[in-house]
Every structure is written in structure tokens, then in C-alpha cells.
């Protein structure tokens, strides 16, 4: 019995794939749409990066499902260090060398900084917010291996990671409204392309995925460090 259940399961999976598959854009098709995001991408968007227009624009809701995977995946993380940890258990772990003791002082702020840099010039530069959020976890990371008393306010990381998803949310709720057309409709004036100001809500959603993102992994690299004496 139990194998005719897994074999119709495996059925109605296979279908399924298969009436995705068909809706796919292959060939002439696909190309027309690629076409569409590189000739059209910065007007609809405002956006000069391409990547960003697609990224954040044209597939921001898609975005925002990602982030959400990202959140579920620290959560599911916090659970299971959580649960395997021994209550008064602490480790003895080497000191830092001399080169992570001065580095995690001196490039802690930099990276913060170049982190930043990156998530809000998304739009008109490479990069964005995984990207600096990953940038600015790095610095968090050099700090608890150079400094390891150190640890980042819990207080702190959960208000920047709730503030950028509810940031998130917001907008598209917004958009919706506003603009009327869909969710994450781009509510605001595009400004002048290759500008800071430019590009609509792309940059602040690029902002708040930063927040969120660097929150996310500053939290799962937190839970994963050894305690100290």
C-alpha cells in the first residue's frame, strides 16, 4: 500500500512538472521577453542596471519570496542550535591572531560602510542587497573572529531585519494601492536615469532587502559561533 502511495505521488509530481514545462517561454518566445527587459528595462524602471530592473522591478515580487525563504532558513537554523545546545556548556577557543585582532577593529566600520554603498547604489551599479547585506554579515563575521567577547545586539538585528522586511511589505502593499496595477507597482517618479534619486521605490526596497538580508545571515553566523569562556 504504501508503495502504490509513492507511486502515485511521484506521478502527480511528474505532471505537474510537466504542465510547468509547457508554460515555459522556450525559444522565440524567451528571447522576446529578454529582448523586452533590455530595451524597455530603463524606461518602465528608471533603473541604468538592468539586472536591477528584473531583480527588483519587473520580478520584485519573486524578491521578496526569496528573502522570505532566507528568513524561514535562519529561523529553522535558531531552532536547531537552539535545541542542541547544552545549557552551561562553554568552550575555550584559541585567541585571535594579531592581524584579525587589528583588522576587526579598523575594517569593521569600512565594511559596514561598503556594504551600505553597495545595496543603495543597486540601481546604478553592480551589486544590491544580498550583496551588501552578505558585505555587511563579512563584518560582523571579522568581529567575532578578531574580537570574540564581541556579539551584535540581538535588540538591534531584529529591529533591522522586522524594519526591512515591513518596509518590504509596505511598499508593494502601497503600490498596490496607489498605483493600482499590481503589487510592488512602481508608485514613485522614476527622476533622471544614472542618478542617486532615481529609479522609483527600487532603491528603498534595495535599502530594506540590505537591512533584511545582512540581519539574516548576521543572526545564522551568530548562532553558529563557539562560546567563549
Known sequence: ???????????????GIGVALTAIPFGVAKTQVGDHYTESGIGDTGASNIVTSVVVGYRAFDTLGE??????????????????????????????????RTGCRFLFPLLLLFGAYIFIHGHLTPGGGFQGGAVIASAFLLVYLGC?????????????????????????????????????SNFMPHGVVNELFSAGIIPVIYVAI??????DLTGIIDGMMEETI
Open 210 to 215: 540590505g537591512l533584511k538580508v545582512g540581519s
Open 1 to 15: 500500500m504504501r508503495s502504490i502511495a509513492i507511486i502515485i505521488l511521484l506521478a502527480v509530481i511528474a505532471v
Open 148 to 184: 570574540p567577547g564581541r556579539r551584535v545586539s540581538k535588540v538591534w538585528s531584529q529591529t533591522a531585519e522586522s524594519l526591512g522586511a515591513l518596509t518590504f511589505v509596505v511598499l508593494g502593499l502601497v503600490g498596490l494601492t496607489v498605483g493600482g496595477h499590481y503589487y510592488l
Open 67 to 100: 528573502i522570505t525563504i532566507l528568513f524561514v532558513a535562519a529561523m529553522g537554523l535558531g531552532a536547531v542550535l537552539a535545541g542542541g545546545r547544552k545549557l552551561g556548556q562553554r568552550r575555550e577557543v584559541e585567541p585571535a591572531s594579531l592581524i584579525l
